[in-house]
């Protein structure tokens, strides 16, 4: 024990809200798309001793000294993270895939400046121009959506917005949406009108790693992403390009040098908009990334696309009303308007069968965010757990069985200790001891 840690006892109170935690996703259904469980190693490195040094800066160019171990860590995680997506230049730094985007338009960009993403009510996120965002505060967002005969992009309203208004930058990428993406056609779009094209991936990044769905790197000049959805890291943000460029917009570097869009992200990350970097959870993101390189991950990625359509073909057969009809990824957003159900009520009544999902606007939905018409069901954490696509009609008839019994607290009850023993049979962190106090 260091001298000064002498009068510290074990952090009982914090301790045991952990280990509660830990039985929480032990004995439940994890649906919510943008979660997942790390492996045990991914948590080791997070809590690990480089959460102790400052690195601002970057490998070999830091404002600190020793920083020689830090510098191997992050360059090991940049290298990975390059290998994964065949990318030739990358930043690991963003706190969260917020810092990422921010970052990117801070690179790009001008205050004032026009940019086109999909709308938030269509599948959307926030820092896509979202007017109580950023995003949306700082620069002028116009926005895209989907058909809703189809459910899909409207690439003809894209192209016709971007025509009319000629945003700076176009950006695709989604946090509900279970269809992949025409990055050619946005890149053609973009190109008729000089404009960037910034493909935020956090949601799908996993099975883009894998080829298991079209390449944004091919057609968009930037990338970004979380490491904790599909990619199965540590929370966290990354930026990437396949091909370096210069800024077409005249955005320069603090001393007023036209640079290298790669120099002008890395400034952007720091000093731009972070300071420290935190390097204990590079460790972990260099950790998740050499996992990802392995077969065992693009087994796991093509898991996730088996049981996301099983789960789709049984929620249709069950009557549910998928926007898209389906998924072609890990996700599926559901309208519970035939079921004279709202998003809110539903995510309410299945949390008390331990079953967890997130409310969900669906396109044109006339409920206000916080009810919502829908929910969204992922898949990237069961599958982690080791389900497979024969589950997926068990745990649809789990969630039927609840929405269709909403007011009933015994049958609900029910399913609530169904759960916990269908989930017995796949072990999550069975390394982790859990104290009998906390069970209680
Ligand atoms: N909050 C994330 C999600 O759930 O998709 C997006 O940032």
């Known amino acids: 024990m260091l001298p000064y840690f002498c009068a510290m006892q074990k952090d009982t109170q914090v301790f045991d809200l952990i280990n509660k935690e830990l039985e929480r996703q032990r004995n439940g259904i994890e649906l919510i798309a943008s979660e997942n469980f790390t492996s045990l190693q991914v948590m080791q490195a997070m809590g690990s001793v480089p959460t102790n040094k400052y690195a601002e800066g970057y490998p070999g160019k830091r404002f600190y000294g020793g920083c020689e171990v830090i ?31 921010t970052a990117v338009f801070l690179a790009c ?13 269509m599948g959307g996120h926030l820092t896509h121009g979202s007017p109580a965002n950023f995003s949306g505060k700082n620069y002028q967002a116009l926005f895209y959506g989907v058909k809703k005969e189809t459910g899909t992009v409207d690439y003809d309203h894209l192209e016709a917005t971007a025509q009319k208004e000629k945003p700076k930058m176009i950006i695709c990428g989604a946090s509900a949406y279970s269809r992949d993406w025409d990055y050619k056609r946005i890149r053609e779009v973009a190109d008729s009108i000089g404009a960037l094209v910034l493909a935020d991936i956090a949601h799908p990044a996993g099975l883009i790693a894998k080829g298991l769905l079209n390449d944004p790197f091919e057609y968009c000049h930037i990338v970004s992403s979380t490491t904790h ?15 370096d460029f210069d800024n077409p917009f ?31 959870v590079i460790a972990a993101k260099a950790v998740a990334f050499g996992e990802i390189l392995t077969d065992d991950y693009t087994r796991y990625a093509q898991q996730i696309i088996q049981n996301a359509q099983a789960m789709a073909k049984a929620f249709v057969s069950k009557g549910y009303d998928l926007i898209s009809g389906g998924t072609d990824n890990h996700l599926m957003l559901i309208d519970l308007r035939n079921k004279n159900l709202t998003g809110k009520k539903a995510q309410e009544t299945l949390d008390k069968a331990h079953i967890t999902l997130n409310k969900n606007a669906v396109p044109f939905d006339d409920k206000s965010p916080f009810i919502t018409s829908g929910i969204r069901v992922g898949v990237p954490a069961i599958t982690t757990r080791g389900l497979k696509q024969e589950h997926m009609q068990t745990i649809v008839d789990m969630i039927d069985t609840v929405l269709t019994n909403a007011g009933d607290d015994q049958k609900i009850g029910v399913v609530k200790n169904d759960v916990h023993e269908f989930m017995k049979d796949f072990p999550l962190y069975p ?6 106090t906390a069970m209680a």
């Open 431 to 436: 390394e982790l001891e859990v104290k009998e």
């Open 109 to 121: 960009l001008k205050p004032g400046d026009k940019i086109l993403g999909l709308d938030l009510s």
């Open 250 to 280: 005249g955005v320069k570097d603090p001393k007023g040098n036209i640079r290298p869009m790669s120099a002008l992200l890395d400034l952007a990350v720091f000093p731009g908009m972070q300071g420290g970097p935190l390097e204990h």
């Open 71 to 101: 510098d191997e860590i992050e360059t090991l995680a940049i290298e990975r993270l390059k290998k994964i997506f065949n990318a030739s230049w990358a930043n690991v730094q963003p706190h969260s895939g917020a810092q990422a985007n």
């Open 229 to 243: 959805k599909t990619l199965r890291g540590p929370r966290g943000g990354i930026i990437m390009m396949r091909n």
